[in-house]
């Protein structure tokens, strides 16, 4: 994933190549593979993939195409919402596991490298948090994509109620959001931009009277994010410009 492959990228400085395979703006679980990823993986000596990506078909299916038998298979466990800067120093400390392994040579360069990162992306998350508490959205109420809760929280918004993919929500459960969101009095409809189609998020702001805004979990999903600190500042100026055209409209 792009997640996997900002940190890698930034850690390996040339020691070794890093390519990534899914796609930052798709749900990495709804992606095809491509011959290209096959011939990428058939030539590769490690694969570095998410716990929650190891029994998807299309990883699975990859791997058996790739016919790679000398192929290192690294399964990362990190939790969900990888904006928030300690899921993501988090993260940092186990690539830098996994590359040290790969390539045990280059093991206290990575070691290094991983604690640099992880003080550029608590100082990152210090700025941003700045940013959000000057805008003041402590208790500004919202509902947001379960993709994105953890974020949204650790970003200072009161999260009213949450939700499923598009293809997981049913008529009765949009209903029954809009309903409460509209009790609650929610500013903001956040969406996941990974979850793909946001026609529902819209509908449901539009009923309630909020503000729909999409934002990324993941680097490289919008144009000039490919680093995690990017992908941080653009959600944050995404909600930040919702925010104040929902208090535009409200006074």
Known sequence: SSLIADIAQDMVDGKLEV???IPPGMCPGHYDVKP????????????IIHNWQQDKANITGLIHAADNPDLIIKVIDIPDDPMEPEVESEGVDKIAQAL????SANAAYYQKKAK???????????EVKGRLQKAKVSGVKVICSGMQAGFIK?????????YGRPEELS????EQLVTKAK???VALVIDNLQSGEAGNSETMARDIGAVQVVISNFPGGFENTETWEKAIDKNTDLLLEALAKWR????
């Open 19 to 21: 390519h990534n395979l």
């Open 248 to 251: 535009q409209q409200h006074g």
């Open 116 to 126: 640099e990162r992880t003080q550029a992306i608590l100082a990152k998350g210090k």
């Open 100 to 103: 040290c392994e790969i390539d």
């Open 36 to 47: 290209g990823d096959v011939e990428i993986l058939a030539n590769s000596k490690a694969f």
């Open 154 to 162: 650790w970003a200072g918004f009161d999260v009213v109620a949450t």
């Open 183 to 185: 009790q609650a009095g």
């Open 171 to 174: 008529v009765a459960e949009v």
